[in-house]
């Protein structure tokens, strides 16, 4: 009848770990829906940008779509792999072997991102030779999260590239890797966009035939030698900027200080490459890490304290396990009101811990000591609870701290801050403009549909081709 038990347990465990999988999985699949929606929408804005602006942030986010998509894809196929083993290494009578100890999951910021530039005596100092500008961003990735920094516009004028965001990765374990890219593309003067209209007459040309595609080419002609062209839309098909990797670097548990750092930068590209961006091959950040273990409690329960020199039965107290101390509280409500303790009790990797038992107590029989060494001072407190079941809970709890103790290292040593990221504002040009075809509409009604349908043409006999055109492209947008 036991052993029919422990099956039927070791079955409902493997059937709740694979529940859990498959909600896992549920979740994963629709971020990556979203951001296949989201990469669908990024393409059609970067074929219907007008501004230069718009082009680079659409181009960024057409980037960092495809770069979450292969990542999502590639932990999906990872979680697949492992239930597949899972199911062909075992079979059902098997008993589910007991789960290794894990550390606990924490929180990784990187924020006071800078990257000096290595400029050369004659571009800097003399204003010598073109002047050239770059649109850069940092992608940042851990795991399988992906985030970005904001796009900046860097030139000969400025010594490094300073970006103001606080990047926050919520889920990281203490072996995480956290990446670093620098992608930059070198902006074109405002005069390479010059030929859009023209481009886009020859793709109107060849979609409205022979005969309208003369009277639109000659239309536009005639409006471009005055120069206001009636039509400023870009072609859809057009590819937009291109952004290249400059730079990289990986970051982990050892990098983390809290402080100011340099870090070394991998270069990707060369003086001779065209979209070389003197970089002095380093990276200037902050790196923090809180493991959870350090902000959230992790046990708590009333006890009974000895301390040390104590020969009573000890101070009744609510303990509360929360980093490397045992609070203290008179009462369970003083912890959640935030009152200070009675008295606290140091957790760190040096405490020796130990449990036991006073066989002629009739109360609170079961104990734990912890001990705490001060120079050649050992200082000891006693625990008293009243339960075996309580006191396994105490010894399981702190032997999980220190084991996230020695995987965190030197994070818990103390809790470093963290801000809060700020709320990311869309950037101005995408948010005050649209594409040229709906801001460039007629001031009255077309008699096909209502206002904001329509182009302004300078021959109306082809316009309700062209907007028949136009409109069923952006019908959806």
């Not at 057009?238 to 990797?245: A, K, T």
Request: charge should be negative; charged fraction near 25%.
């Amino acid at each position: 009848m036991q052993d029919r038990l422990h099956i039927l347990e070791d079955l409902n465990m493997l059937y709740i770990r694979q529940m859990a999988l498959s909600l896992e999985d549920t979740e994963l699949q629709r971020k990556l829906d979203h951001e296949i929606r989201m990469r669908e929408g990024a393409c059609k804005l970067l074929a219907a940008c007008s501004q230069r602006e718009q082009a680079l942030e659409a181009t960024k986010s057409l980037l960092l779509c495809n770069s979450r998509i292969l990542s999502y894809m590639g932990e999906l196929q990872r979680r697949k792999e492992a239930q597949v083993l899972e199911k062909t290494s075992r079979r059902p009578s098997d008993s589910v072997p007991p789960p290794e100890r894990s550390p606990c999951r924490g929180r990784v910021c990187i924020s006071d991102l800078r990257i000096p530039l290595m400029w050369k005596d004659t571009e800097y100092f003399k204003n010598k030779g073109d002047l050239h500008r770059w649109a850069v961003f940092l992608l940042l990735q851990l795991g399988e999260q992906i985030q970005d920094t904001e796009m900046v516009l860097v030139d000969r004028t400025l010594t490094d590239i300073s970006f103001q965001n606080n990047v926050l990765f919520a889920e990281a374990g203490p072996d995480f890797e956290l990446r670093l890219e620098l992608y930059g593309a070198c902006v074109e003067e405002e005069g390479a966009l010059a030929g859009a209209p023209k481009r886009l007459a020859t793709k109107l040309s060849s979609s409205l035939g022979r005969s309208s595609g003369k009277r639109v080419r000659a239309s536009l002609d005639s409006a471009g030698g005055s120069g206001n062209s009636p039509i400023l839309l870009p072609t859809p098909a057009v590819g937009g900027p291109r952004y290249h990797l400059l730079a990289h670097t990986t970051l982990t548990l050892a990098d983390v200080q809290d402080g100011f750092r340099t870090h070394d930068l991998t270069l990707a590209g060369h003086e001779e490459n065209p979209d070389w961006l003197p970089l002095y091959g380093s990276v200037c950040c902050r790196l923090a890490a809180q493991p959870l273990c350090m902000t959230q409690p992790t046990a708590s329960g009333t006890l009974r304290v000895q301390q040390a020199g104590e020969l009573q039965n000890g101070t009744l107290v609510h303990g509360v396990l929360k980093g490397t101390n045992l609070f203290c509280y008179g009462r369970s409500e003083d912890a959640d009101t935030g009152q200070e303790p009675r008295f606290t009790v140091a957790i760190n990797k040096e405490t020796r811990v130990r449990a036991g038992e006073l066989e002629q107590a009739r109360e609170w029989p079961f104990t734990l000591s912890i001990s705490n060494r001060y120079g050649e001072d050992e200082v000891t407190n006693t625990l008293r609870v009243e339960s075996r079941e309580a006191l396994q809970n105490w010894m399981e709890a702190l032997w999980q701290l220190f084991f996230d103790m020695s995987q965190w290292k030197h994070c818990c040593d103390e809790v470093m801050k963290i801000e809060a990221p700020a709320p990311r504002k869309p950037p101005q040009a995408l948010a005050k403009q649209g594409s040229l075809y709906h801001e460039m509409v007629l001031s009255e009604p077309v008699a096909s549909g209502g206002p904001g349908e329509g182009l302004l043409l300078q021959n109306n006999a082809i316009s309700a081709e062209i907007r028949a055109l136009l409109s069923s492209y952006y019908s959806d947008r």
